[in-house]
């Protein structure tokens, strides 16, 4: 009950959502949402909360641009996010779990291993140093202006699209090294990383083709961060409560839990362990 408390805590403080710390430490670190497990978890993430933001105020942690969700037609541009992130998420947790046995076959010392972690991370930074950290001022650029990202000041629509790959690629190689060397570090917020990068290459990608015209960018990026945490954690009602209290924004409510419904039945497809 103690690990579950310090998990809502850590949760709710870190990212100023006390539902998500509380939903969080019940269904993935407890797996049980009983009364007596419940109410020590949200009497923790709420005091975690309020200690937090007695600090640094109750602004959200990503703010999404504004826009109307409201007609039916925009619902399959979804449901295809969904499908990819869903896709992506198994391939993830395949590689995170690879990558942890690779490391673990070698038979070297633990710091040869974090040594070697830390090189191919450095590598990948030459070319994308968005990958340094755990992409929290990367996600806020690819929600705001992915193409403030783009290092090619003269970039074109194409070199735009090449870039949000390479870069959903290069995040990806980044914590599966960083991770299966035993680095110290989570994959919660990569994930929504991830799922953002993914959000702005599709988003981008329909606008290209000149459809989904009416729904911009950023709607895809913070559905692709919601449907990505739902694949990759296995519960949909923690991805979707997460992504509403760390941007406050109900309008993507209804997308968002479609794509997240969506992305898990894929993945669960694949892979049957979560992250």
């Given amino acids: 009950m103690l690990v579950g408390c310090g998990a809502a805590s850590g949760i709710a403080a870190a990212y100023n959502a006390p539902i998500s710390g509380a939903v969080f430490a019940s269904l993935i670190v407890l797996g049980n949402f009983s009364m007596n497990l419940f109410a020590p978890v949200v009497c923790a993430s709420v005091v975690a909360a309020t200690v937090s933001r007695t600090f640094f105020g109750i602004n959200p942690w990503y703010t ?4 109307e ?3 039916m037609d925009q619902l399959p541009w979804f449901i295809l996010l969904g499908i990819a992130a869903g896709v992506l998420g198994a391939v993830f947790l395949k590689l995170l779990h690879g990558s942890e046995d690779m490391f673990a076959k070698m038979r070297v010392p633990v710091f040869v291993r ?3 972690g830390g090189l191919i991370v450095g590598v990948i930074a030459i070319w994308y140093p968005e990958v340094w950290g755990n992409g929290y001022e990367a996600t806020k650029s ?3 202006d992915p193409r403030v990202l783009v290092h090619d000041v003269s970039y074109t629509q194409n070199l735009l699209l090449l870039f949000l790959l ?3 690629f290069a995040k990806l190689l980044a914590t599966l090294a960083t991770v299966g060397s035993g680095a110290v570090g989570g994959v919660f917020t990569p994930t929504l990383f991830l799922g953002a990068s993914l959000g702005a290459w599709f988003g981008s990608t329909l606008h290209v083709l000149n459809v989904g015209r009416d729904l911009p960018v ?4 913070v559905v692709g961060m919601g449907s990505m945490l739902a694949a ?4 949909p009602l923690l991805a979707i409560i997460m992504i509403f209290e760390i941007s406050l924004y109900y309008s ?4 968002l839990m479609l794509a997240c419904v969506v992305s898990i039945l894929v993945a669960s497809r694949f892979v049957a362990e979560s992250v």
């Fill in 69 to 71: 969700f409201t007609r």
């Fill in 64 to 67: 999404v641009p504004s826009f």
């Fill in 252 to 255: 993507i409510m209804l997308p």
């Fill in 142 to 144: 690819l929600l705001q």
């Fill in 218 to 221: 950023a709607a895809f990026t």
């Fill in 166 to 168: 390479g870069l959903l």
């Fill in 114 to 116: 974090l040594a070697a």
């Fill in 232 to 235: 990759t954690t296995r519960s």
